[in-house]
């Protein structure tokens, strides 16, 4: 944060004035400058697009697919992370998976692929951690499914590598598959959206 030179000096008035209207001016001239400068650094949310990279620092993660990242312009995204679906986190599991996320990436920079923009207003992203595939790492260490209803704009070779992971995480009964029969997200989410 930047003082001017009026800021400077209404802050001298304000400490050496001697009646209160000179006071009040210098005080108000303080603030003015004060709430500025805050203004100036305050985070903004930042525009997405499909087919747009992000680079930032991970600041927050929400569950097990969800983070939202800061830019060096100090802009705000949230993504979810494409192609797999964590369990909520009232689901068994949901904690984990969102621990097992934010151990791979919170306080991280990354970069973020955007795929799409979902109707939540989040970027739909392929996040990597120095070339690290996070999402297939959620995926291999059994805290989210490969969310295949929307896979779409995976490649071919991902595919495989999404399902292959998700198969070993099965057989090897890592994470929610611990479980014998857990229930997806989105069944889960369907079946709450209908009791309420």
Not at 141 to 170: C, F, N, P, V
Request: charged share 20%; proline share 3%.
């Amino acid at each position: 944060m930047k003082i001017t030179q009026t800021q400077q000096r209404a802050l001298i008035r304000l400490l050496t004035a001697s009646n209160w209207k000179q006071r009040l001016g210098a005080l108000l001239i303080v603030l003015i400058g004060a709430w500025a400068c805050v203004q100036q650094e305050a985070v903004t949310p930042g525009k997405l697009s499909a087919g747009s990279v992000i680079e930032g620092k991970v600041v927050g993660v929400a569950d097990g697919d969800t983070v939202t990242v800061l830019d060096q312009d100090n802009r705000q995204y949230k993504l979810r992370l494409a192609y797999i679906d964590s369990p909520e986190k009232a689901m068994p599991f949901g904690q984990a998976a969102k621990k097992s996320l934010s151990d791979l990436v919170y306080g991280s920079q990354i970069s973020a692929a955007i795929d799409d923009v979902d109707r939540y207003g989040r970027g739909v992203a392929r996040i990597s951690k120095n070339e690290q595939d996070i999402n297939l790492q959620q995926v291999k260490a059994g805290m989210a499914w490969h969310y295949t209803h929307y896979t779409k704009t995976q490649s071919r070779s991902d595919y495989a590598l999404y399902q292959a992971a998700q198969d070993a995480a099965r057989s090897e009964q890592t994470g929610l598959w611990q479980d014998q029969n857990p229930t997806p997200p989105w069944d889960w989410r369907k079946a709450n959206r209908n009791n309420k």
